[in-house]
Every structure is written in structure tokens, then in C-alpha cells.
């Protein structure tokens, strides 16, 4: 007996690790959110630019290993002529390539901003994905640091666009090379002390997160994650004395007034000119915001900002929401940091050989949405649908079609029903779907009397929702009107100013 054909395997439909479809309500709160960031920096005289979501390896420069995978970081792969490619896993190594090609044609300081997908090939996990947006602003070709307090002020004024009230955030200052200074104080200067010197930066990140005595011992023999030997992970430490941690933490401490902040940094740093040079700019950045009556609560000096990336060389920013929130399951969520930059003079100048300065700053669009969703800030609702235009009789399309027309050139969202037409109650059902406003119905005998028949789906569901029977419902057929063809534009423009449907 023959054996019988093997059915086919269906192909499984699934979604990557580390990725997200993303439907029309979010899409919609992004481009809200993407507008309003984008008029700010525009008001500050940035410009936009693009740049391609691949860039040759080389050109990105350092890019971030995911910690547990310390030889990945970045998706690549090989051209055709053997060159590596890969996936930009942030704005700015772009940027960079971007000016130094086009640097005699580019206006010095160069203003621009730019947004888009970035890509992280990091371990997925909770919060953390492999592509998410940033909207980035920055200004090549200034030493300044009012380009840097430009920066900062930005930041808060997009924050406060965004809905975030003041108190609710701060941007939060400092520079890599008070910490560098620091480093170069308790003996970690050079190439040998690479790697005690990121521990150390590792343990400063953590003080918005642990007391003071748990970052110590950090800096010092390590700390178990239990609080005890031998309970939870254990994180080596950096090895320095009990004397080097007390600089460390006393110059990294949080202070009320940033006057504070620099006078404890001055302390230490006497012999470091690096130190001085940041604390220097620290300096002249808070007088710059203070000036321009950007105060604390907006804008201030926190000798604990490390941020991440190995290519900073001054001052650095962070922008953090101070709001504590619940998330579904009623769990207590703070935010942290949603965006953040820095000077990065180094990076033009791989490419051209000279000192190019260079200060930018990046808010994570996806990370935010999330946070302005959970605080009630973003419409997370479904934007209404277009107008349905029904199908009565299947021999009248063309007519159908033409409402649609009339419909569209009035700029009025429309659809012709596409589906089969032969139950009305299946085209009001997909047009409930759709989130239409109203549907436009006409049979034959609205046609002999040159009428349409305009149903109000907004209005119909909350009159409905008060009646009691079927019967009722028929008799009454609530919120549904006639007028005459010629009118249609109009009616129709009534029913969405009525419920103020302006699709966005």
C-alpha cells in the first residue's frame, strides 16, 4: 500500500527575540512625541540629516559588547567585496563619519539632529530590546561649554514640551574628566589600570542606586548581591584602599548646591590638570544655565553621571525622571534615564586627523514612550478610523466608489467596503473594527430620492448602550440620518467636528 502524501508543514509565525510589532495607537503616540521633540530642537537652530542604518564597521568605531557575549555587540556582516557592515547601534558614529566626509561643505559648528531605529545585538531580556528609536541633537565644531549648557537646556525645555512638569525630572551634569582626574589621583592613570579603572566607573554608576557603604565595597574587595558572604552573586571590586574610596566617594557625592560639588572636586584634584579642566567647565556650565535661569530643579551639577559610552571626553548629561509610577501588575516603577549625551572631540577626529569637538545629546524615543504611557502623558487610544462607505447593492460599486472619491478630495479619511458585501450587519461590524466615526449607506431607494443615509457610529454606541431591546433598537436606529447626495461632504464634516475627529 502506498504510503500517503506527507502535508506540508506550515511555516510558524514568530517574531524575534528582542523586537516588537508595533500597532497603530503606538505608532501614532511616537509621531506625536517625535514632533514635539523635534520642534524644540528646531527652535534651538538645529537642522535635520540622515543618515543610512548601516555604516562600515570600522567607521563605528568601539561599539558596546553585550556584556555576557563580550565579542558581539553590533549586528554585521561581509559585502561582497569583503568589507564588514554593520547594523549603526547608535546616532552619533554616523554623524561622525557623516561630517568628516562632508566637512569642508558643512557649516562649522555644524547643528543637527536626526532620529531613527538603532541596533543592539545584546542579550534580549525584560525592557531591553535588539532595535529601539533615539532622537539625537548635536553641534560639531565648538569647544565651548555654552555649547554643552545649550545641550542641557535643551533637554529640560524638551522634557517640559513633552508634558513632563518641572520637579518631574532633572537633567543631571558632569564631566569625564573630573572623573578622569579622580582616577589619576588615587594612582589608575595609564593603559595598565584599564580595567580597574572601569571598575571603578562601574561602582560610581551605581551610587544613584546603592548607599554609599555598598558602593564602597564595591571599590574596595567586591559585594555580594545577599548583603552577606556567601549569599547571592558576588561582583568583584576594584581593590582600592580604604583612602582611595573615601576620595572616590567624596568627590562623587551628591551635594545640595553645585558650588559644593566643584569646591569638593577642587579639593582632590589640586594636582590633576585633567581634574582642573572639568572642573573648570562644570563650573561654567551651571553659571551658563543659571544665567539663562535654568535652576537646580532643572538643571544640575551630579558628580555621579558616568554614562557608558568609552568615547566621552567631557562633560557628560543625563536626563532622568524622578516620578515613581506602578506598572500593570501594581509593582512600584522608577524610570531612571531616559536620555543623555555628552562631548565625544575624539570621534570626528579619527577620521580627519585633527581636533574636532563635538557635543550631542540622545533621548531614547522608545524608553520615554513607555514611561509617558505609564504616567498617563501619550494617548495610548486607537486613532479613529476612516469613513465606510457601505455596500448595498453590488451593482452600484462605481457609485460607492465615487462617495469615497468625494470623500478623499474634501481630505476626509475614507474607505470603499472591500469585503463581500451581502450582510449590512457584517459591514457595520468591520467598521466598528476599523474605529470609523459614521458609514455612509445607500440603497436603492435613497438613490431614487438622490439621499444618503450618514450613521454616527460614536453617537449610535452610547445611544445604544441606553436602549433596552432589539425592537427598540430597530424601530429607532439610533443616530442614523438622511440627506441629500450634494450634502454628503458636509453632513459628514458635521459628524466629525461633533466629536472632534481630526485623525491626529
Not at 149 to 166: K, N, S, Y
Amino acid at each position: 500500500m502506498a504510503e500517503k502524501p506527507k502535508k506540508p508543514q506550515k511555516l510558524k509565525a514568530r517574531l524575534p527575540r528582542g523586537l516588537e510589532d508595533r500597532g497603530p495607537a503606538a505608532i501614532n503616540a511616537t509621531r506625536a512625541m517625535v514632533e514635539k521633540i523635534r520642534a524644540v530642537y528646531e527652535l534651538y537652530g538645529f537642522e535635520p540629516v540622515e543618515t543610512p542604518a548601516m555604516e562600515y564597521t570600522d567607521a563605528l568605531g568601539k561599539f558596546l559588547p553585550d556584556q555576557d557575549r563580550p565579542n558581539e555587540g553590533v549586528f554585521s556582516f561581509q559585502d561582497d567585496d569583503e568589507q564588514w557592515i554593520s547594523l549603526r547601534y547608535d546616532l552619533t558614529a554616523p554623524l561622525a563619519r557623516y561630517v568628516a566626509e562632508n566637512f569642508d561643505a558643512l557649516p562649522k559648528p555644524y547643528r543637527s539632529y536626526r532620529f531613527g531605529y538603532v541596533f543592539r545585538n545584546e542579550k534580549p531580556g525584560p525592557g531591553r530590546f535588539r532595535q529601539f528609536m533615539q532622537f539625537d541633537a548635536d553641534t560639531v565644531g565648538s569647544a565651548t561649554p555654552a555649547a554643552d549648557a545649550e545641550i542641557c537646556m535643551m533637554a529640560a525645555d524638551t522634557m517640559e514640551a513633552l508634558g513632563i512638569p518641572r520637579g518631574s525630572y532633572v537633567v543631571k551634569v558632569n564631566n569625564r574628566k573630573v572623573l578622569d582626574g579622580v582616577l589619576e589621583a588615587i594612582g589608575l592613570g595609564g593603559d595598565d589600570n584599564a580595567g580597574r579603572r572601569l571598575t571603578v566607573l562601574r561602582a560610581i554608576d551605581k551610587l544613584d542606586k546603592f548607599p554609599a557603604d555598598e558602593v564602597r565595597k564595591l571599590l574596595g574587595p567586591g559585594r555580594w548581591d545577599g548583603g552577606e558572604e556567601g549569599k547571592g552573586d558576588f561582583t568583584k571590586g576594584a581593590e582600592l584602599s580604604p583612602a582611595d574610596a573615601d576620595i572616590v566617594l567624596a568627590v562623587t557625592q551628591q551635594r545640595a548646591d553645585w558650588r559644593e560639588a566643584i569646591a569638593a572636586a577642587e579639593t582632590y584634584l589640586a594636582k590633576s590638570e585633567v581634574g582642573r579642566a572639568g572642573v573648570s567647565e562644570l563650573e561654567e556650565i551651571a553659571k551658563l544655565v543659571a544665567a539663562s535661569g535654568y535652576g537646580a530643579d532643572r538643571i544640575r551639577i551630579d558628580p555621579t553621571v558616568v554614562r557608558g559610552l568609552e568615547y566621552y571626553t567631557g562633560p557628560v548629561y543625563e536626563v532622568e525622571l524622578l516620578l515613581d509610577t506602578k506598572d500593570e501588575k501594581g509593582r512600584p516603577v522608577r524610570f531612571g534615564s531616559v536620555g543623555g549625551g555628552g562631548r565625544y572631540d575624539g570621534l570626528v577626529s579619527r577620521f580627519r586627523g585633527e581636533p574636532v569637538p563635538a557635543t550631542g545629546f540622545s533621548i531614547g524615543v522608545s524608553r520615554l514612550q513607555a514611561a509617558l504611557t505609564m504616567l498617563g502623558q501619550l494617548d495610548t487610544k486607537a486613532e479613529f478610523g476612516p469613513v465606510v462607505v457601505t455596500v448595498f447593492d453590488r451593482d452600484r460599486v462605481a457609485d460607492y466608489q465615487k462617495m469615497a472619491t468625494q470623500l478623499r478630495q474634501a481630505g476626509i479619511r475614507a474607505e470603499l467596503y472591500l469585503g463581500n458585501p451581502k450582510n449590512m450587519g457584517n459591514q457595520l461590524k468591520y467598521a466598528d473594527r476599523r474605529n470609523s466615526p459614521c458609514v455612509i449607506i445607500q440603497g436603492s431607494d435613497e438613490k431614487a430620492r438622490g439621499e444618503v443615509q450618514i450613521k454616527d457610529l460614536i453617537e449610535g454606541a452610547k445611544a445604544a448602550a441606553a436602549i433596552a431591546s432589539n425592537q427598540e433598537w430597530r424601530e429607532t436606529r439610533p443616530a442614523q440620518f438622511s440627506c441629500a447626495e450634494a450634502d454628503l461632504v458636509a453632513k459628514v464634516r458635521e459628524v466629525l467636528a461633533r466629536h472632534d475627529v481630526n485623525w491626529g
